[in-house]
């Protein structure tokens, strides 16, 4: 990480591993369906999308689609949408 090397070059007697935080950055987002009752789809974000998605038709790929709480509104409604994630 570049701000770890600029800390490090600035401190060298500074053990890094010994100061950084015990943090899961990622703790959220591993139970999808905690992770989907937290971050429903708004009406705002709905209308939004479905209006983007007729004004530019498809098909559409929702890249980095998650639990698919933007492809699955859009392909329930009919549109050609595929999900990908990792």
């Known amino acids: 990480m570049h701000t770890n090397r600029i800390y490090k070059e600035a401190n060298p007697d500074v053990n890094l591993e010994a100061v950084m935080l015990d943090f899961d950055n990622l703790e959220g ?14 009406e705002v ?8 998605a007729v004004q530019q038709g498809g098909p559409i790929l929702d890249v980095a689609c998650g639990t698919g709480r933007f ?12 999900g990908l994630d990792i």
């Open 29 to 42: 987002y591993r139970d999808a369906d905690t992770y989907d009752l937290l971050n429903e789809l708004s």
């Open 45 to 52: 974000e709905s209308k939004f999308y479905f209006d983007l």
């Open 71 to 82: 492809t699955i509104p859009l392909a329930e409604r009919g549109f050609d949408i595929t």
